[in-house]
């Protein structure tokens, strides 16, 4: 019996989540009584921001308030949250900062963080769960009558094209990327589209706002010089992913995110449905 319950509470006890897909992970997997603290971007799952406190924001963190709920580990992504990292590594807390960017990614971030937790064949589940949902889109995709060409622009200024995950997703829901080059990008910043005349001339059926932390305004996007010629603009197809289901690397995006895409894509692929 002791041996038991030794097994059931093994792995980090209290853990401060510094973005959001660790929150959902958790979540998902029955683990959520571990969590102490999370991001203050967290919308996923909904009950999160009723239960835990908020003590970090994406580049910044109240390091006072996470030493006091005693984190015995912390999760964080990307080297944009480096010097979070260094501050709490320095007062001895044990940190893992991810830094997945793809599809792939993503399905081993959910199987690592649930071994981490003691709780593998739960992480391993979700995970199995996700794929086979990537495959039943996928699947979907291969009987659409047309491929669009999509341009998925996750800040407007500066313009910033989409992150490999994304591209993949788009890719997976029936459709193309037309900056493939820059989804390797890890960086934002190297993501940037100086000129929107490129925009017009790889000429996207598509175009998917995910302004992050702010709504999409297509009558902006319309706007933009020489951008009425565009097909997407041409036939009305501008359109919104909330970034909460597409630009988090988490569970989020590989379902809610995937599936908006997708209808997105079906609806532009089989306009007659």
Request: glycine share 8%.
């Amino acid at each position: 019996m002791d041996d038991a319950v030794a097994v059931s509470v093994s792995g980090p006890r209290r853990i401060v989540c510094l973005t959001e897909e660790p929150t959902e992970v958790l979540y998902a997997i029955g683990e959520q009584d571990r969590i102490v603290g999370i991001s203050g971007f967290t919308v996923r799952p909904a009950r999160a921001r009723k239960e835990k406190p908020k003590v970090s924001a994406f580049t910044s963190a109240k390091i006072g308030e996470i030493l006091k709920l005693e984190p015995d580990f912390v999760v964080g992504f990307s080297d944009i949250q480096a010097d979070i990292a260094r501050e709490l590594i320095a007062a001895g807390v044990e940190v893992w900062i991810s830094n997945h960017r793809s599809v792939a990614g993503i399905l081993d971030y959910i199987r690592r963080l649930g071994a981490i937790v003691g709780a593998a064949e739960k992480g391993e589940a979700l995970a199995q769960r996700a794929e086979q949902h990537i495959a039943q889109v996928e699947k979907a995709a291969t009987a659409l009558l047309r491929r669009p060409r999509v341009y998925f622009e996750e800040w407007d200024e500066p313009m910033i094209s989409g992150i490999r995950w994304v591209a993949e997703l788009i890719r997976i829901a029936g459709g193309d990327d037309v900056f493939p080059e820059l989804a390797t990008q890890s960086l934002a910043k190297n993501r940037i589209i100086a000129d929107g005349t490129e925009v017009v001339r790889r000429a996207p059926d598509i175009v998917i706002g995910s302004w992050c932390g702010k709504r999409f305004r297509p009558e902006k996007v319309r706007a933009r010089p020489g951008w009425d010629t565009i097909p997407a603009t041409r036939d009305g197809q501008l359109h919104e992913v909330k970034s909460p289901i597409i630009l988090q690397p988490g569970p989020a995006a590989l379902f809610d995110g995937l599936d908006e895409l997708h209808r997105i894509v079906a609806a532009w692929a089989n306009p007659e449905h």
